[in-house]
Nanobody, 125 residues
């Protein structure tokens, strides 16, 4: 499975940004997906996850209420819509995949064997 993130950049606070994760290599629909982020000098934190069916989502503290994860099976792409961005959202954002059809969500880095290379998001005040 190959994951390629895009959509990062330098933005001002309050604006919105949408990250994309294009997937190739396996059957997209049988994977659960997650977004994580890592700021300099900090651990990789959970942002959001979506189940293989697309019907179950879960958000970390940082993304609750502002971020939305979604998936398009026809385009083999996972999205992270980020609204009302804040300077503390500055980080490298990673998408991750786990082959599973379990009816649950996965919020730990250890749950995901496949990772993208990351995309930088920088939010200025």
């Amino acid at each position: 499975v190959q994951l390629v993130e895009s959509g990062g950049g330098l933005v001002q606070a309050v604006v919105s940004l949408r990250l994309s994760c294009a997937v190739s290599g396996r059957t997209f629909s049988s994977y659960a997906w997650g977004w994580f982020r890592q700021a300099p000098g900090k651990e990789r934190d959970f942002v959001a996850t979506i189940s293989w069916s697309g019907t179950i989502t879960r958000y970390g503290y940082s993304g609750e209420g502002r971020f939305t994860i979604s998936r398009d099976n026809d385009k083999n792409t996972v999205y992270l819509q980020m609204n009302n961005l804040k300077p503390e959202d500055t980080a490298v954002y990673y998408c991750a995949a786990a082959e599973t059809t379990a009816w649950r969500t996965f919020a730990n880095t250890n749950d995901y064997p496949y990772w993208g290379q990351g995309t930088q998001v920088t939010v200025s005040s």
